[in-house]
């Protein structure tokens, strides 16, 4: 049973690299449960689909046990595991939404896919959906998952100026969608 | 949220509040998914590795061995400085009878063991030790 929320990411993931099965099983459980609701999240932002993001979930973990012994050489962090497990649960979500649209007879673009949740009424979600998918993607690494500037650019393995560069342009969009506008300036 | 960066580029409290509200609420809950991840990766670590050594019986060993081994050191091995009497023939750290018998037996001078017969018996009577 999970019971251990005191320890570090990187003291779970050196024990899911060395430890004895069982500690290292819990220390995986560990880790499964701090990070769930990001990935969940993550996943359901690229698919607008509960089953399809779940489906995401059980594929990044998958990846990320795989990186352990005996399959694996092991797991070095070397930034939050938030960084990690961004590209795979992404990775996942598109893989596992293009599946269903092949099975549909379409396949969308990347870019028509990914958006901001929809909800009914809400004008802000509007504004965001309006954002490139590019420029959407920095905003809710920021704001909504709390990742800093440094820790997005190596989720996207992008240069931290173009991080900045696309958050600046889309905050720069936000101040002027009719939507948030006056959010900016109350 | 982002103390160590610069503020440049950040978004008004309420519509950050918004942002989390509209991703955070869509939570979804499925144990079902819990178990089946959780289980294969215990069933993944089980496979390929040992499991945890029940080490009580190791936590006792040592001790128990320890034990044992002073408990020898006692009963064979004498004291440091003590010196053995030259009449403890049969070496049970003291003298008497057992001694004039273990000297008859290695076929000794027959004086040599009356001598130590007579010695014995003239010792304080608590079992003639010296």
């Known amino acids: 049973m999970w019971r251990d929320e005191r320890r570090s990411d990187e003291q779970l993931v050196d024990v899911c690299n060395d430890g004895d099965a069982e500690a290292a099983a819990e220390a995986f459980e560990a880790l499964y449960r701090r990070h769930r609701d990001f990935v969940l999240r993550v996943a359901r932002r690229f698919t607008r689909d509960r089953d399809l993001a779940l489906d995401a979930l059980q594929e990044t973990f998958a990846y990320l046990l795989q990186k352990f012994p005996p399959a694996g050489p092991g797991l070095r962090l070397t930034a939050k595991l938030e960084t990690l497990l961004y590209p795979v649960a992404k990775n996942s979500a598109i893989t596992a939404l293009r599946k269903t649209r092949r099975l549909a007879g379409g396949d969308a673009e990347l870019d028509e896919m990914s958006g901001p949740p929809e909800v009914e009424g809400a004008p802000i979600d509007a504004a965001l959906a309006r954002l490139s998918p590019e420029r959407r993607e920095v905003v809710t690494l920021r704001f909504v998952d709390d990742l800093s500037l440094a820790e997005i650019a190596t989720a996207l393995e992008i240069p931290l100026g173009t991080v900045k560069s696309r958050l600046h342009l889309a905050i720069k969009d936000l101040r002027a969608d009719p939507e948030t506008r006056a959010l900016f300036d109350p | ?130």
Request: proline fraction near 6%; avoid cysteine.
């Open chain 2, 1 to 130: 949220m982002h103390d160590t960066e610069p503020q440049f580029e950040e978004l008004p409290d309420s519509l950050v509040a918004r942002l989390k509200s509209v991703e955070r609420s869509q939570a979804i809950l499925d144990p079902r998914t819990d178990s089946a991840i959780l289980d294969e990766a215990r069933r993944y670590f089980l496979a390929g590795r040992s499991r945890r050594v029940k080490k009580p019986a190791l936590r006792w060993a040592l001790p128990l061995a320890a034990a044992a081994a002073l408990l020898v050191a006692l009963l064979v091995v004498q004291p440091f400085g003590q010196k053995r009497s030259p009449d403890d023939v049969d070496g049970s750290g003291r003298v008497d009878i057992l001694d004039a018998f273990a000297l008859a037996r290695s076929q000794a001078d027959r004086d040599r063991v009356d001598a130590l017969a007579g010695r014995i018996v003239s010792l304080s009577p608590q079992r003639g030790e010296l």
